[in-house]
């Protein structure tokens, strides 16, 4: 049977069960490049501003969402930013129980119209909390390799030193 013909009878088609093995490069794209050197090089946090739609929008992306233009200009998030969303995991993947909870966050910041950033909140379950002021809490320079562990979490404002 052809792609072109069609069947209605499924005793009509043909399988075969086979493991495949396939290697494959992920890219983070250009705006993502652009997103992790900042992050790993200067330990800054970048989102793209659409000057159409006069919103910047953090993951950057390379075109907007909004009106698919094309978006070039890179503008630094705030240090600051604020918890909109919380939980707590107590299992892994897998559905194993961690040996202690892990809390994550969706940070959003002032000035960033759509998006933000998931990652761990490096607080205890008790005081994870919408509305926490927080600041991204990164790894030393000479230990970052541009992915986004070089954020080791996001820590309480009244925490920095």
Known sequence: MTFLQRTTDVKRLRHWDIDM???YIYT???AGETFFKALRDEGRILAVHCP???VNQLPPRMFCEGCFTELTEYVDVPAEGR???VTVARVDRRGKPLPAPEVF???TFKGIQEGGLIH???VPPEAAKTGLAVRAKLKPKEARTGTIL???GFE???LQG
């Open 156 to 158: 309480p404002v009244a």
């Open 83 to 85: 918890v909109a969303a």
């Open 52 to 54: 159409v739609c006069k």
């Open 21 to 23: 093995s396939m290697d």
């Open 150 to 152: 070089d954020i080791e």
């Open 105 to 107: 966050a969706f940070v």
């Open 120 to 122: 761990r909140l490096l």
């Open 28 to 30: 983070s794209g250009i």
